[in-house]
């Protein structure tokens, strides 16, 4: 879809207060498709042990049914900007809210794991197609002057979307008395997870129905004086709407349509500034973040933690990641994205060096000693925080922001490519690397945490306060 990084018009800067709860209520009901994305990519880690134990499967096809819908996730991604310049935003959320309420109606009804891989890949495609049109519709409905906040929103949901997966997971494990194959309303308790999701997906598209359509795509297809209604709903009455229109449409016909052939140059294939935008985009997966969110609950339990605290820290560790989100929204723009991104890569190798430590001790009597047991709790929290508040934010306002604008829309797409890619690896290998060697999974993560630390100051320039025009 195309960029909306024109700069505004002195009339527009403004929303007049009167329509800011108007704007608040539409980037929330469009961050709904964040909440889902959220949520459907961490509820799985309460079916994990459950899904084993059921179909009798070994760690490396877990894996596979776990990982699958990140096979989904990069085509919804790549797919979602061309099908919703076609139909319109809201016409492509209005399908990602049906994919997701048949993504889970479908996981909690498996006839077999083949079918329940098909629903989680379907569950991906909405995720990928979520992860694209709530940003791009958020930034093409706000007021220039609210933008920025209003598209944090975007971030904000997904990590809330986390954390309610995981209160979920717990209280419905409790009431199937701590067992995931527990009967609860008739079915098994992992299956209830996996379908509380219809709720909120079903919220999501209701919603939908209840929020316009860009002013952007209405324009794009001739309906001017339908984009001037939106416009003076979201911005006020005190805009020159002719002039707005105008600039829109100047913006749109300035903007140049980036092809993957645009990348290619230099001694690598790719142009050296899409090397580094990969090399963020795997370094912020590789240090194994998604291994907390898939995977948390049947790491706990591997080392003796009983099932319902496992899916408690689960629960506290999400709590964390809003925490260091919230710091991150905070400090991004007064402190900068370098100086973020370091502190960041410090505090990971700490917490991933502790908890590499830690379960390198032998179990006594199916438990880590319980010092070990303590460092590696508290370690985990540590982790989880110090990347919240540095590379889960900073590297997708670094992705945003650091390509020149020629290229900007095909060099984010490569490196969101790189990004579910460097997830699958990690997701689709983590069970086969635990039964392994545990200790030496987390030293590998420590690892590219500490590669991150040179990485940073040696390629990667910082894109504080400037203009998007400045970027070559």
Known sequence: MASTSQAPSPGART??????????????????????????SSVINGAVEAIRDRYDVGSAVLAQVIAVALIGCAIGAATAGRIA?????????QIAAVLFTVSAVGSALPFAL?????WRIIGGFAIGMASVIGPAYIAEVSPPAYRGRLGSFQQAAIVIGIAVSQLVNWGLLNAAGGDQRGELMGLEAWQVMLGVMVIPAVLYGLLSFAIPESPRFLLSVGKR?????????VEGKDVDFDARVAEIEHAMHREEKSSFKDLLGGSFFFKPIVWIGIGLSVFQQF????VAFYYSSTLWQSVGVDPTQSFFYSFTTSIINIVGTVIAMIFVDRVGRKPLALIGSVGMVIGLALEAWAFSFDLVDGKLPATQGWVALIAAHVFVLFFALSWGVVVWVFLGEMFPNRIR??????????QWIANWAITASFPSLADWNLSATYVIYTVFAALSIPFVPKFVKETKGKALEEMG
Do not use: Q, T
């Not at 800011?20 to 459907?40: E, N, Q, S, T």
């Not at 310049?85 to 959320?93: A, F, H």
């Not at 829309?409 to 790189?418: D, H, I, R, Y």
């Open 225 to 233: 004086e339908r984009a001037k209604e939106i416009l003076r709903e």
């Open 85 to 93: 310049d076609r139909i319109g935003r809201i016409r492509c959320m």
């Open 114 to 118: 083949w079918d329940l891989a098909m």
């Open 409 to 418: 829309a095909a060099a984010l797409g490569v490196a969101a490519s790189a």
């Open 15 to 40: 929303a007049h207060p009167d329509h800011l709860g108007h704007v608040i209520f539409i980037a929330a009901a469009a961050a709904m498709g964040g909440f889902l994305f959220g949520y459907d």
């Open 287 to 290: 240090v194994g973040i998604n």
